[in-house]
Every structure is written in structure tokens, then in C-alpha cells.
């Protein structure tokens, strides 16, 4: 089983600390090092958090619930707080690192940056991939792959305007929402490794 210190040695060189399944899955498996008992503040952490799920009740299973996470630290977070959870400590060190790179960069560095590893670039970055827009995009692009399998299938355009015309979208034509769709398309490409 791998240290503590070289497993958290390794998150030092993530470009993305926040937007991977990949690296909050390493900052998962600091909890489980074989040495976190010799790191007071992190074993704190983890047992607090313990704790915490255990006061939930098995009902809401918050450790199964950890374990079976296939998201990014943003997105726990996010999920957490919004069900009125608290985020599991792997979620809130992996911020906490971002953060740290953010403030240590003295305004050198773009939030961006600090969690994603990249400069901001509004079609393909984190927030297109993931922001309100998702749930929408993600659902009319099922709506089209359905579409697709019907014997005379719908042009995108007529689609696009059923769809807008149904969720009171109005302020925006078709084609313009189509070419929404493609970029959300690409930025959730990138982000969803």
C-alpha cells in the first residue's frame, strides 16, 4: 500500500487538481495510505468526516456514496452542498490545493489556472462542460441520438425548434442553439475523462 507522503508527493504535479476523476481519485487514496495515522490533521479530517457519515444513518449510505463517486472534485462539491451534505474530505482537499496554487500564484495564475491546469477558454473550458447549459444540452443531444433511430428522422433544426418551443426558449433560433449544442459537445469531450 502506498505512503501517504508519496502518494500526496504525486498531487503535486497535477496540472488539474479539481476538474479529473483521475486526481480526485488520488486525493481519495490518501485517505486509505497505510501511514495516515502519522498525519494527524488529514487522519482528523478523515475521522471527523467518518463520523459525520455515520450520524447520517445508513439510510443515506454517504460512505457508499464516496466510494461509488465517478465525478471531480468541482462536482462533488457541488453535489454535496447542494443536497445539504458535507463533501467528503478527499473533495475538500483537492479545492483547498487549488485554492493554495491560486492565492501562492499572487495573480499570476487565473482560477482556470489554479484548478483545471489551463488558461480559460470559453468553448471548451470546465463551466461550458459542466454548467447550467448541461442538463439542457445534455438533453436535447439524447432527444437527437433517439431521433436518429427513427425511420424518417427529424432534420436538427426541427428538433431544435420543438425543443426551444417547448422549454420557453424563445430568445434564441435554432441554428444559434445547434451551434450551442456543438460546443457544448467538445467541452464536455475534454472534461469528461
Known amino acids: 500500500m502506498a505512503t501517504f507522503r508519496k502518494t500526496y508527493e504525486k498531487r503535486g504535479g497535477l496540472a ?3 476538474g479529473s ?3 480526485l481519485e488520488l486525493y481519495k487514496s490518501l485517505f486509505n495510505s497505510s501511514d495516515l495515522a502519522d ?6 479530517l478523515e475521522a471527523r468526516w467518518n463520523d459525520y457519515a455515520a450520524d447520517e444513518g445508513e439510510l443515506l449510505d454517504l460512505e457508499g456514496d464516496r466510494e461509488r463517486y465517478q465525478g471531480d472534485a468541482v462536482s462533488s462539491f457541488v453535489s ?3 443536497n445539504g451534505f458535507i463533501p ?3 473533495t475538500l482537499l483537492a479545492l483547498c490545493d487549488a485554492l493554495h496554487r491560486y492565492l501562492m500564484c499572487n ?6 489556472e489554479a484548478f483545471f491546469g489551463e488558461r480559460h477558454a470559453k468553448n471548451t473550458s470546465y463551466a461550458m462542460a459542466k454548467g447550467t447549459n448541461a442538463q439542457k444540452m445534455g438533453a436535447f443531444d439524447a432527444l437527437l441520438k433517439i431521433e436518429k433511430l427513427k425511420a424518417n428522422p427529424a432534420s436538427q433544426v ?8 417547448d422549454s420557453s426558449e424563445d430568445e434564441i433560433d435554432p441554428e444559434s442553439f445547434l451551434r450551442s449544442l ?3 459537445r467538445n467541452a464536455s469531450t475534454k472534461w469528461s475523462e
Do not use: H, Q
Not at 107 to 112: A, R
Not at 158 to 165: G, K, R, S, W
Open 16 to 18: 488539474n487538481i479539481a
Open 21 to 23: 476523476r483521475r486526481s
Open 39 to 44: 498525519w494527524d490533521v488529514f487522519a482528523n
Open 80 to 82: 454535496n452542498v447542494e
Open 88 to 90: 467528503p474530505p478527499e
Open 107 to 112: 495573480g499570476s495564475l487565473s482560477l482556470d
Open 158 to 165: 426541427e428538433l431544435a425548434e420543438d425543443f426551444l418551443a
Open 182 to 184: 456543438r460546443r457544448w
